[in-house]
């Protein structure tokens, strides 16, 4: 029963959050959908799972999406949507007509009362060991990306002309530090 | 058991939906993220059917940092385009011109 109402809560997060025209509140709706979600695996048994979840889905995303709005401020959602609304409505509810019929037809039953093959640290490091070799990869690929698309900063005209500035600045303020350190030190040996 | 597969193919219509109808890049990018989690526990949830959770749970973890990796290039880009365009709206990004 719990797992219906967080189901049922999940969803309607979900649809605030496509709904809300603030995109901060649309990310704490995000949030509210992860929270759940994560509540739902830990009731459903999949404890390592609602675990990270919870930490990466409701934590670590909301935290970038709540900074990228705030670099780019609140920007007004157009009205007019890119295909028509008629069209944006039906191909999900194809989707879900379809889905309802394939679960209707499949049967399916839970198996949560017999025991799990393995546990998830068996399957993750024994079975799938080259999936995290490749899950491993696609963090490395997301961390490039994300260094490669945010790297313009660095070639503003501003920053690099003081770089330039710094850099043809002769004598340079260094020796300057070096020179006065080398006059305390003998102020400091001389009384001796 | 079924109303989880239910949820999961309702959440996967509602970010199918915001993926048709929004504008916004990052509202894009929350729409991506609702079918994402949709596919999550319909993942997990199929794992339980046959018995074979762990293999279930190892996917949705799979699932969870692909879904993370395209959050950030999702958001990054939408950072690159409000500084480059001024906007968030995919209409300007494809007026571009190569």
């Known amino acids: ?192 | 058991m079924i109303w989880g597969l239910v949820a999961a193919f309702a959440l996967l219509a509602v970010g199918l939906y915001g993926l048709l109808a929004l504008r916004n890049l990052i509202k894009l990018t929350i729409a991506l993220q609702l079918m994402m989690k949709g596919g999550l526990i319909a993942v997990v949830l199929a794992g339980d059917a046959v018995g074979q959770r762990g293999l279930g749970e190892s996917l949705g973890v799979t699932l969870i940092i692909a879904d993370t990796v395209a959050a950030v290039i999702g958001l990054a880009l939408a950072v690159l385009v409000r500084r480059r365009l001024g906007s968030l709206d995919i209409e300007v990004v494809s007026k571009l011109r190569g």
């Open chain 1, 1 to 192: 029963m719990e797992s219906l109402v967080l189901l049922l809560v999940a969803l309607i997060c979900a649809i605030q959050a496509v709904r809300s025209a603030q995109l901060l509140i649309a990310a704490l709706w995000l949030a509210g959908v992860s929270a759940c979600i994560a509540l739902f695996l830990y009731a459903l048994g999949a404890h390592a799972i609602a675990v990270i979840e919870l930490s990466v889905g409701a934590g670590l995303v909301t935290i970038l999406m709540v900074f990228a709005i705030t670099m780019v401020g609140e920007d007004s959602e157009p009205h007019q949507p890119v295909v028509p609304r008629w069209m944006a409505i039906a191909l999900p509810a194809a989707v879900l007509i379809l889905a309802a019929g394939l679960l209707l037809n499949a049967g399916i039953s839970s198996s949560a009362d017999a025991a799990p093959d393995e546990s998830l640290s068996a399957v993750l490091w024994q079975l799938r060991g080259a999936d995290v070799a490749a899950q491993l990869a696609l963090i490395f690929a997301g961390v490039l990306g994300l260094l490669a698309l945010l790297a313009d900063d660095r070639e503003e005209p501003g920053a690099s002309s003081l770089w330039v500035e710094a850099e043809s600045d002769e004598p340079s303020a260094q020796f300057r530090v070096a020179e006065k350190s080398e006059v305390d030190l003998e102020e400091v040996g001389s009384p001796q």
